[in-house]
């Protein structure tokens, strides 16, 4: 019931929103919708939560990689998990793991069980999952100011007219393959 009152206030607001805005019609998507069907990250988002699940699931595993960081001096100690309730620790999940992927490799290898992150040596992959990870945090933070306090509509509009220049800015780039390395 909750949940179809908040749906109605949302048709409701989407539609007065496009009346006083009708050259920009607006259609709002959760993250996870966007990234996971527009974007087809299911796939990279799905062997992140796999490789991060076998470190994590299993208690000795999962010990010896968080002292395999202590000893290599990593600057972190652990991977995250991804919970689908919390939409937003996503990014979070790409961009640790983001981070240790060099360690992540080297735990395995010395392991001897690189099929478990034979992606991230995967340049092709790791491209994907570099422009997923960018494209999280952007979009994380579009979130955080969209949630802000007395916020008028033109407030919003504005941070939604800045993403979409960004995202046009980006695509240009990809074009021209005028791309930064997030190392």
């Not at 360690?103 to 478990?116: L, R, T, W």
Request: aromatic share 12%; net charge neutral; charged share 25%.
């Amino acid at each position: 019931m909750e949940h179809q009152i908040c749906q109605e206030k949302k048709s409701a607001f989407l539609e007065l929103f496009n009346q006083n805005y009708p050259e920009n019609n607006v259609v709002f998507l959760h993250q996870d919708t966007l990234c996971k069907s527009a974007l087809n990250m299911k796939p990279v988002l799905d062997a992140v939560v796999k490789l991060v699940n076998t470190i994590r699931s299993r208690g000795f595993t999962h010990r010896q990689f968080r002292y395999f960081l202590q000893s290599v001096q990593s600057e972190y100690s652990d991977v995250l998990y991804y919970t689908i309730v919390r939409r937003l620790s996503a990014r979070c999940v790409f961009e640790r793991v983001w981070q240790l992927k060099d360690d992540i490799v080297s735990f395995f290898h010395e392991k001897q069980g690189s099929a478990e992150c034979e992606m991230l040596e995967d340049t092709e992959w790791l491209s994907g999952f570099a422009f997923f990870t960018d494209l999280l945090c952007h979009m994380n933070n579009l979130n955080v100011k969209m949630q802000g306090k007395n916020q008028f509509i033109d407030d919003i509009w504005a941070h939604l007219k800045a993403f979409k220049l960004k995202l046009n800015l980006f695509a240009g780039q990809l074009r021209t393959t005028c791309l930064i390395s997030r190392d």
